[in-house]
C-alpha cells in the first residue's frame, strides 16, 4: 500500500509541476471550429500516464523493458507534437518501431513475418483510431479507467501481467480527471496521453489474448471502437480524410445536438464499457463457439446501435438547420 501511496503522491506532485511549465511555456490548445471547448485550455496533460509507467518500472524492478521503451519513444514523440503539430511521415516510423517493441515484450516477435505485419497495422491503427477520444471533458480518462478495470478483473483471477502497473496507471488516469473530468477542464491528455494509455492497452490486448486465447478480450475496447471504426467509414464514404480532426463522433455529436454534457457522456460511454466488461469476464472462458458467438453479437448490438444514433442525430442536425 505504500509503494500506491507513493506513486499517487508523485503524480499529484507532477500534474502541479506540469501545470506550472505548461502556463509558463504557453502549451495551450486554443479551440476552433471542429473544438467542443470554447477556451484556450492546457494540453499534454496525459504525460502523467507516461510518468506512471516510469513509476511502476522503477518500483517493479525493470519489468517489461520493451514496453517502457516503448511507451517512452512514442509519448515523446507525442508530447513533440502536441507542441508543433509534426508529418505523419515523422510520426509513423516511431509508431511502428514502438509497436514492434510492444509485440517482442509479449513474445510475438517469433511470429510469422506476415502474421508481425498483420498485428503492426493493426496496432498502429488502433493507437491513432485511440488516439481521436480526446475531444470532450472526462471521456479519455473515465473511459479508460472502465478499459482498465475489465483488465483488472481478469488479471485478478488470470494473473498474466504485474498488477501494479495496472494499478500505476489506473491512479494517474485518477489524478489526470481531478483536472480534466469537470465542467471547465484545466487540461486535455494530448497525444501525449491518448497514444500513450493506447498503446499501453495494445500492450495488455496483446498479452491477455496471447495467454487466454480469446476473442472477448477485443470487446474490453468496443463501446469506443465501434464508434471510432463506423465514423472512419463513414469519413470514406463522404469524402474526408481520415487522418484530420473531425466532429463526426457520436459522442461529439450528442454535444453538439442535443447539449447533453460532457460528463454525462463521458459517464455513459464508460458505464456501457463497464457492462461489456463483466459479460467479458464472465464468459472468456467459455468454448471457443460461444465466444465467437457472443462477440460477434455484441459487435453488431454496437453497430446497429450507433447507426441508429447517427440517423436519429442527423434528422435532428437537419431540422434544427432549418429554424
Do not use: C
Not at 496521453?193 to 472477448?216: D, Q, R
Request: proline share 2%; glycine share 8%.
Amino acid at each position: 500500500m505504500d509503494k500506491y501511496i507513493l506513486g499517487f503522491a508523485l503524480l499529484s506532485m507532477f500534474s502541479v509541476i506540469y501545470l506550472r511549465l505548461a502556463e509558463y511555456f504557453n502549451i495551450i490548445d486554443k479551440p476552433n471550429e471542429r473544438s467542443s471547448h470554447t477556451v484556450p485550455i492546457i494540453r499534454g496533460g496525459g504525460v502523467l500516464f507516461l510518468i506512471a509507467v516510469w513509476i511502476f518500472f522503477f518500483i517493479a524492478d525493470f519489468q517489461y523493458p520493451y514496453l517502457v521503451f516503448g511507451v517512452s519513444l512514442i509519448g515523446g514523440i507525442s508530447f513533440i507534437d502536441d507542441l508543433k503539430t509534426l508529418s505523419s511521415k515523422i510520426r509513423l516510423p516511431f509508431q511502428f518501431f514502438a509497436i514492434f517493441l510492444i509485440l517482442a515484450q509479449v513474445g510475438l516477435f517469433s511470429s510469422a513475418w506476415w502474421m508481425i505485419g498483420i498485428l503492426s497495422v493493426l496496432g498502429v491503427g488502433f493507437i491513432n483510431i485511440y488516439n481521436f477520444m480526446d475531444g470532450i471533458n472526462g471521456i479519455t480518462g473515465l473511459y479508460s479507467l472502465a478499459v482498465l478495470s475489465g483488465f483488472y478483473a481478469i488479471n485478478m483471477h488470470e494473473p498474466i501481467v504485474n498488477s501494479d502497473l495496472l494499478i500505476y496507471i489506473a491512479l494517474s488516469l485518477l489524478v489526470f480527471g481531478y483536472y480534466n473530468f469537470r465542467k471547465k477542464a484545466r487540461f486535455f491528455a494530448g497525444d501525449v496521453g491518448s497514444i500513450s494509455i493506447a498503446i499501453v492497452f495494445f500492450f495488455l490486448g496483446a498479452a491477455f489474448i496471447n495467454e487466454l486465447s480469446s476473442p472477448l478480450i477485443l470487446l474490453l475496447v468496443i463501446v469506443y471502437a465501434a464508434d471510432a471504426i463506423s465514423t472512419v467509414f463513414y469519413r470514406i464514404f463522404i469524402g474526408e480524410s481520415i487522418t484530420e480532426a473531425h466532429r463526426h463522433h457520436i459522442y461529439q455529436k450528442l454535444v453538439d445536438i442535443f447539449g447533453i454534457t460532457h460528463l454525462k457522456i463521458s459517464i455513459g460511454y464508460a458505464f456501457l464499457q463497464v457492462l461489456i466488461n463483466y459479460i467479458v469476464y464472465k464468459s472468456y472462458d467459455f468454448p471457443r463457439s460461444a465466444q465467437y458467438k457472443i462477440f460477434f453479437g455484441i459487435i453488431l448490438f454496437f453497430e446497429i446501435l450507433y447507426l441508429i444514433l447517427f440517423l436519429v442525430l442527423n434528422k435532428r442536425k437537419h431540422t434544427l438547420s432549418k429554424l
